[in-house]
């Protein structure tokens, strides 16, 4: 990727801006990608230049879930602007706290990463990861951005040391875990190592 197009606004269009990534988190993700995953399956929460990046992963199937239907024809007129291909690409215009239950109901729509880059907020990071895990296969990769919030660092903080996930790559304010199980939730409290150790007696 070259220069990132400024794709967001948040004061109605007085300044635009590129989004949280900048060109070499998207590069490394790009390659992380494709060296594992020939033609994967992306999801994610959010969009932006992230979106961008994995259609230039040649993915066979794209989802992105964001309520914001302007930006994704900001995303559409670049791709074409570049030529690059987003056939693969279904953006779904919503909040993923109600998208995503309907999306996981189908068991065997498995994806092999999936980016957590919505809302940020408690509790939507947990239920945006409840459903995503849900449909991350086994070996699939999990990638959760802004660690610097809090929210997001309670996430992480879990999946750093719960069985099933084994973190992949470290890219500063976001990391990148492997699931190795085929489990599609996590188990009660008791087996999950954060809650104990933090729990009292």
Known sequence: MNALPNLHTWDDGATWNTGG??????????QIITQRFPTARIIETGAGNSTIS?????????????????????????????TL?????????GFSETVLPDLAKDT???????LIDGH??????????CY???????????MIDDIQLHSVRELANLLREQPGFTLAAD????????KTTSDRGLPEWNGQPYIVRN???
Do not use: T
């Open 54 to 82: 994995f259609l230039f992963c040649g993915p066979s199937k794209l989802v992105s879930i964001c309520p914001e239907p302007d930006l994704f024809g900001r995303i559409k007129e670049y791709c074409a602007s570049k």
């Open 171 to 178: 890219l500063g304010k976001a990391l990148i875990f492997e």
């Open 132 to 142: 995503l895990n849900q449909m991350l296969r086994q070996g699939g990769l999990l």
């Open 21 to 30: 990534f900048n060109r070499e988190h998207l590069e490394k993700v790009i």
């Open 108 to 114: 065997a729509n498995l994806f092999d990463f999936a």
């Open 85 to 93: 291909d987003d056939s693969a690409w279904e953006p779904i215009e």
């Open 120 to 129: 940020h907020g408690w509790p939507l990071v947990f239920v945006d990861f």
């Open 199 to 201: 729990s009292a007696g």
